[in-house]
């Protein structure tokens, strides 16, 4: 049974507290991972802000833990272009890159795609619509982000942690803000965090405390665009186990 750990936080937690919080699950994580021998791999320890974005879907545990382990490498080739002939040179999509993979000569735009994270924010930012994914559904990316995630937690059985941050994010601890993305709305309900060695079951779990939570999807936001990710699947044999905050030191 792979166990995910949940400690709700009241809404009132200082940034500190949940600071120290994040900190008690990593070393509880990490305690439960094996002494290293030279030859094996080095644990991967991964803290993430889960929130839904309005054109991927439920950002989670498998997409944290993909990009973690794989760099850029699963966003390589799916980056936007810009059509010329339809962009409108407002810059816009430079504004809201988080990547800075969008340059702008003062005429078009153009995407870096070395840079780009494939998450769609220009494309849904742009009221020409001049940005197009050659991956327009979103599909390949979360088949890649999918496949990272699981290779990763098979390679690093054992060596894997990941605390999740679910909650509002003008609440995240220091140095871990919300991003200024707009397409990260509604923020997910305040949940706490999330914790486990599998980013599969993570997920799972937190799209199980949400459906509790009766948090509905909200729909894409561009016009006739797919709809976001669905739930990830469950992969069953999971558990939630709740641990109260005031176990924790802090
Ligand atoms: S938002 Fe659209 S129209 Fe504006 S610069 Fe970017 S691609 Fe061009
Ligand atoms: S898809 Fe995201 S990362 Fe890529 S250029 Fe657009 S905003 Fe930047």
């Given at each position: 049974m792979r166990r995910v750990w949940h400690v709700p936080l009241p809404a009132a937690a200082s940034p500190a507290r949940r600071e120290a919080i994040t900190a008690a699950l990593l070393a509880r994580l990490r305690a439960r991972l094996p002494a290293g021998d030279g030859a094996a791999p080095a644990p991967l320890l991964v803290v993430h802000r889960a929130d839904w974005h309005l054109a991927q879907g439920l950002d989670g545990a498998v997409a944290a833990v993909a990009r973690a382990a794989g760099g850029g490498v699963v966003a390589a080739d799916l980056a936007p272009a810009v059509d010329p002939a339809v962009c409108g040179g407002c810059g816009l999509c430079v504004t809201f890159c988080e990547q800075g993979a969008v340059a702008h000569d003062g005429r078009v735009a153009r995407v870096d795609p070395d840079r780009c994270r494939a998450c769609g924010d220009c494309a849904t930012e742009c009221y020409l619509?001049?940005?197009?994914?050659?991956?327009?559904?979103?599909?390949?990316?979360?088949?890649?982000?999918?496949?990272?995630?699981?290779?990763?937690?098979?390679?690093?059985?054992?060596?894997?942690?990941i605390v999740l941050m679910v909650g509002d994010p003008a609440d995240a601890p220091?140095?871990?803000?919300?991003?200024?993305?707009?397409?990260?709305?509604?923020?997910?309900?305040?949940?706490?965090?999330?914790?486990g060695h599998d980013p599969a079951a993570v997920d799972a779990a937190l799209a199980d405390l949400l459906r509790r939570e009766g948090w509905r999807r909200p729909?894409?936001?561009?016009?006739?665009?797919?709809?976001?990710?669905?739930?990830?699947?469950?992969?069953?044999?999971?558990?939630?186990?709740?641990?109260?905050?005031?176990?924790f030191p802090g």
């Open positions: 619509r001049a940005l197009r994914f050659p991956d327009a559904s979103g599909a390949e990316l979360r088949r890649r982000l999918s496949a990272a995630a699981a290779a990763a937690a098979g390679r690093l059985a054992g060596r894997l942690g220091a140095g871990r803000e919300a991003p200024r993305s707009r397409h990260r709305r509604p923020a997910l309900p305040p949940l706490g965090l999330l914790a729909a894409a936001r561009v016009p006739g665009a797919a709809p976001p990710a669905p739930w990830p699947d469950d992969p069953g044999g999971w558990e939630i186990v709740t641990l109260p905050p005031e176990t």
